[in-house]
């Protein structure tokens, strides 16, 4: 079982659609959750960290935590062409050394 | 401000070359990280410094992987010997690391080829 999953997709939206993405961990410690976005050939840029059970909303971004399922989700309202990248689930477990999902992509259709 | 810079962006290295790739982290910033990526996949955990102190290098590969950062600021990830199967993305990212702050912010890295 991987540490961090993630469904590679790619998931397709409309434009101006809810996008839903998924990650599952299995270490029960972890305590920190990070979403990112990753363009093709860029480096990950941070979207989102959330530490406690809950929403938390920034913008058109919603991350949502349930650690006694060990689910994190990401969701997008009103999608753009521009949202259009690779989502990476991250975890940081009981020390600083976090684990990356594969990630997902997302494509939003115009 | 300045985020994470790596040099060089790209690296063209024979089989059998040493290598060296360099990370500025963010000023200020205490952790400094290194991972690898390969394409279509997530990045890979290689190791962790907190200021000069390297605390955990339990995802480099071999002993041909050899990271310092001696004075807590600059990283330089060495690679002795390349191999084939060492081409890839060689990203570096910082931390803030303050309780309850640890997010990471990544470096534009470093596409490594191996031929």
């Known amino acids: 079982q991987k540490e961090v999953e993630q469904n590679s997709g790619p998931l397709s939206v409309p434009e101006g659609a809810i996008a839903s993405l998924n990650c599952t961990y299995s270490?029960?410690?972890?305590?920190?959750f990070f979403w990112y976005r990753q363009y093709s050939g860029k480096s990950p840029e941070l979207i989102m960290s959330?530490?406690?059970?809950g929403d938390k909303e920034d913008g058109r971004f919603t991350a949502q935590l349930n650690k006694a399922s060990q689910y994190v989700s990401l969701l997008i309202r009103d999608s753009q062409p521009s949202d259009s990248a690779t989502y990476l689930c991250?975890?940081?477990?009981?020390?600083?050394?976090?684990?990356f999902g594969t990630g997902t992509k997302l494509q939003v259709i115009p | 401000g300045a985020g994470v810079s790596q040099s060089p962006r790209y690296k063209v290295a024979k089989r059998g070359q040493d290598v060296a790739l360099r990370c500025d982290p963010i000023?200020?910033?205490?952790?400094l990280f290194w991972y690898q990526q390969a394409l279509g996949q997530g990045p890979e955990f290689l190791t962790y410094?907190?200021?000069?102190?390297?605390?955990?290098k339990s995802g480099l590969p071999s002993d041909r992987f050899f990271a310092e950062r001696p004075e807590g600021s600059v990283s330089t990830l060495k690679i002795q010997r390349t191999q084939q199967e060492d081409s890839a993305v060689y990203l570096c990212?910082?931390?803030?690391?303050?309780?309850?702050?640890?997010?990471?912010?990544f470096g534009p890295g470093t596409r490594l080829t191996v031929l």
């Open positions: 990212a910082s931390s803030l690391a303050l309780a309850g702050v640890d997010e990471q912010f």
């Open positions: 270490d029960r410690v972890s305590q920190s």
């Open positions: 959330i530490y406690s059970n």
């Open positions: 991250a975890v940081r477990g009981g020390y600083q050394k976090v684990t």
């Open positions: 000023s200020g910033h205490v952790s």
């Open positions: 410094f907190q200021n000069e102190a390297q605390l955990d």
